[in-house]
């Protein structure tokens, strides 16, 4: 596949245009900031000018004639970093203008960034889950602009496979992006469960992250769908059942709790896309 990649130069995107060229896709990163990852090519959008998105959708002279699908990550990837309003205005218009120019352009495979922050993080003791683990069956419960954008792109995703029902659009709803060498500091978080209870002490490998993106790319069958992308374990060495039952002891588990299993459920991301996490902080040295 031809496979243009909105913010290929991020944490996450270099890992995704990594694993896709090596997979034998023809990658261009289309971000606002040139890459430090070699792989693919790279045209500079500003992804907030809709003129823009769908020039680059359309075809770059000495770059690509058409494109087959988009994986869309580029965002300002948290809440905190800049103003809640400028988070909100970027990510939005970019979602918007990468949907609208993808149904301009006849591209009908798009893969994009949802965040696990739409499943009501942060939690603690006074915002507890409502279930555990953690699925994609209850409605988002946004609770920072960064995250209500975010919802409102997985409902705008829905509306555009309603106005175009031969898209297929897959939603990974990404949990916290780790890189190897972020996982130094890994061993500290035993000590004080607190410090990762917000988001029920998940994360995701950048690599799983890749792979994750790339199945969803093959997903077969029109319409959305929204998955957790978390890895397969917790950050902590306690057992994932005790862990539960000390943070959110009203919040009884809804099936029997495996070792150190993931609070964020994969299951779906199993079922529909055959995702497997490949990756834990436990073997890296
Ligand atoms: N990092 C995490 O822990 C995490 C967790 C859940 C979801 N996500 C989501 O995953 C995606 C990737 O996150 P990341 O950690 O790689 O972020 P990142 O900040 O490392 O990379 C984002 C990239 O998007 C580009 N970008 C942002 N706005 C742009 C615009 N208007 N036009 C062109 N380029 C633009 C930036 O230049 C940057 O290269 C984001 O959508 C983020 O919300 C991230």
Known sequence: MRVAVTGGSGKLGRAVVRDLVEHGHDVVNLDRAPSSEP???????????YGQVLGAFLGVDDRFDRLDAVVHLAAVPAPGLVPNTAAFENNILATHHVFAAARAA???????????????????????????PVDEEYHPR????????????????????????????TGLRFSN???????????????????RIWNLWG?????????AVRLALSRSGPGVEVCIIAAADTVMTRPSAELAAQAFPGVPPTRALRGRETLLSIDKARRILGFEPAHSWRDEG
């Open 177 to 195: 992006v780790m890189e190897p060498a972020d996982y130094a500091e890994f061993g500290s978080f035993e000590a004080d469960p607190g410090r």
């Open 39 to 49: 792989a693919g090519a790279f045209v500079r959008v500003d992804l907030s000018d």
């Open 106 to 132: 006849g591209i009908r495979t798009v893969v994009w960034a949802s965040s696990e922050t739409v499943l009501g993080l942060p939690f603690g003791p006074d915002n507890p889950p409502p279930c555990i």
């Open 142 to 169: 946004p609770n920072s602009s960064y995250s209500l954008a975010k919802t409102l792109e997985e409902e705008m995703a829905a509306q555009f496979c309603r106005w175009q029902p031969e898209l297929t659009a």
């Open 203 to 211: 994360y995701i490998d950048a690599r799983d992250g890749a792979q």
